[in-house]
T-cell receptor
């Protein structure tokens, strides 16, 4: 079965410093991996996705993630944090595609705090 | 393009009462999903529709939860009777086709007292 483990429940950074949110996955298939962000009282928004093309994936708002098969990792990074990045981040793996699409399996989330 | 709409945004009920949530997906999206997000956890899939047919409801507690998508557009999720552990945010998502990108609504926060 597919699963993801987010290694940190809470990460705190200062504005302007790098962000690293860690995620390990488990999958018996070639996985599709995603990062979603959830701001308070707002819907989940897709940051980026990996679907077996380039291993370094660029997303919105300056975020990127690197797929490392040997380490079964898909860590999310950003060179310089902004106050608006404070939110909950979810690492997600997809079930194998079925006839109707794909169910997403979410990690437990990492809360990112950004201080000025 | 309008996003996924959900209502109500908040609901408070007593245990053993019933409650219903409504979702209107993005126009033209064939696939609709309901997720349950308990505080401090990631969303968990409850049920998945393709048009008006159920594709996957393996995680739906069918003794108390039901869902329908009669005309292949909007959908309702019902809980009857509610339990304290049903307190959560219920998220609806839709996708256009077999692509993986799902678009999420703002959710309905349910509190069962």
């Amino acid at each position: 079965a597919q699963s993801v483990t987010q290694l940190d429940s809470h990460v705190s950074v200062s504005e302007g410093t790098p962000v690293l949110l860690r995620c390990n996955y488990s999958s018996s298939y070639s996985p599709s991996l995603f990062w979603y962000v959830q701001h308070p009282n707002k819907g989940l928004q897709l940051l980026l996705k990996y679907t077996s093309a380039a291993t370094l994936v660029k997303g919105i708002n300056g975020f990127e993630a690197e797929f490392k098969k040997s380490e079964t990792s898909f860590h999310l990074t950003k060179p310089s944090a902004h106050m608006s990045d404070a939110a909950e981040y979810f690492c997600v793996v997809s079930d194998p595609p079925n006839q109707a699409g794909t169910a997403l399996i979410f990690g437990k989330g990492t809360t990112l705090s950004v201080s000025s | 393009e309008a996003g996924v709409a959900q209502s109500p945004r908040y609901k408070i009920i007593e245990k053993r009462q019933s409650v219903a949530f409504w979702c209107n997906p993005i126009s033209g999206h064939a696939t609709l999903y309901w997720y349950q997000q308990i505080l401090g956890q990631g969303p968990k899939l409850l049920i998945q529709f393709q048009n008006n047919g159920v594709v996957d409801d393996s995680q739906l507690p069918k003794d108390r939860f039901s869902a329908e998508r009669l005309k292949g557009v909007d959908s309702t999720l019902k809980i009857q009777p509610a339990k304290l552990e049903d307190s959560a945010v219920y998220l609806c998502a839709s996708s256009r086709d077999l692509s993986y990108e799902q678009y999420f609504g703002p959710g309905t926060r349910l509190t069962v007292t």
